[in-house]
Every structure is written in structure tokens, then in C-alpha cells.
């Protein structure tokens, strides 16, 4: 994990690595990031006083960060056309031959329909993560609210898996 200074003199994370300017460096382990927090190694890296940094607070601002990645991941994979959006899409994407990469089920959903893409999901070895709302999904796919996504196999989906993994690593979701 890459982390710059502002112009401002904050500490910002900078997770697509992007941001000019010197980088520090931990690994992505919660317990990392407290522990350079906690021994001032940000301020001794940029050989300059930084503001209070709270590993919480860090830690905020990369679950943010993967977030959004996440949300952009599925917008690229919409506009690939490997997503399938609707519970009864998916599920009959899930009986088929060619199972999808993986599917993403609304927070907000029913639980008899959450309960039967996740179990189907399960039987067939797909990764299922809860995650979002409804509202969101349809955002992201430019439609009405949907309550479940399925992900194509495809490198996209292989690349959102790993960005949520990240996430339920770093936020503890999930």
C-alpha cells in the first residue's frame, strides 16, 4: 500500500498508485498500518512532522478507496457485457454448464432470494459476496434497482474477486 503527502502536509492513501510525489510503503495487513502509525514511520519516511494520523482513519480512507475501485470494476465488466443483473438471470446462469466467475448479492435483498442465489452459488463452487444495495446496483448497470449481479468468467471478474478480498481483508465486511 503507497501512501503520499499532500501539498497540504496530510498523509493520503494512494491505493492506484497514481499520486506524485514520494511514496511510503506498508503492507495491506490492518495490523501494518497500526503499527507504522504507531511507531511514526510516515513522518520519519518523509523526513518531515505530519499531522495526528489515526491507523483508523488510514484505514477509512483505503476501504474508500477499494470501494470505489470495486464499483468501477463492475461498471467495466457491464460495459464488457459479462454482467448478468436479476435474480432469475443469474440463477438460471448458475444452472448452466458455464457457471459465472463469481456473483454479488444485494444487502438489501430478500432473504429467500439471497438464501437461494448464495446456496446455488455455494453448490456450485462460485464465489458469492454481499455487498451494496439494490439502488447501487441499478446505478451501476443503468437500470432499476436489481438485487443480484453475476460476473462472467473473464479477467475482470477475476480482478473484482481479488479487489474483495482486499476489502473484506482491510474493512472486516463480509
Not at 500500500?1 to 497540504?8: G, N
Not at 498523509?11 to 514520494?22: A, E, F, I, N, T
Not at 460495459?79 to 438460471?92: P, T
Not at 463469481?102 to 432473504?111: G, I, Q
Request: with cysteine; glycine share 10%.
Amino acid at each position: 500500500m503507497r501512501y503520499v503527502v499532500a501539498p497540504d502536509g496530510n498523509l493520503l492513501v494512494d491505493y492506484s498508485q497514481r499520486l506524485p510525489g514520494r511514496g511510503a510503503y506498508t503492507c495491506l495487513e490492518p495490523r501494518c498500518i497500526a503499527e507504522a502509525v504507531r511507531r511514526g514511520q510516515f513522518a520519519r519516511t518523509f523526513r518531515r512532522s505530519l499531522p495526528t494520523i489515526a491507523a483508523g482513519d488510514l484505514q477509512s480512507a483505503l476501504g474508500t478507496q477499494l470501494l470505489e475501485r470495486i464499483l468501477g470494476l463492475v461498471a467495466v465488466a457491464r460495459k464488457a457485457g459479462q454482467v448478468l443483473s436479476g435474480s432469475n438471470l443469474v440463477l438460471d446462469a448458475l444452472g448452466s454448464p458455464e457457471p459465472p466467475a463469481l456473483v454479488l448479492v444485494a444487502e438489501d435483498v430478500s432473504a429467500g432470494i439471497g438464501d437461494k442465489v448464495s446456496g446455488k452459488a455455494a453448490a456450485r463452487d462460485v464465489p458469492c459476496w454481499r455487498c451494496f444495495d439494490k439502488a447501487t446496483f441499478g446505478r451501476l448497470l443503468g437500470k432499476e434497482e436489481r438485487s443480484v449481479i453475476a460476473v462472467r468468467k473473464h479477467a475482470l471478474a477475476a480482478s473484482l474477486h481479488q479487489e474483495l478480498i482486499r476489502f473484506t481483508h482491510i474493512a472486516g465486511e463480509n
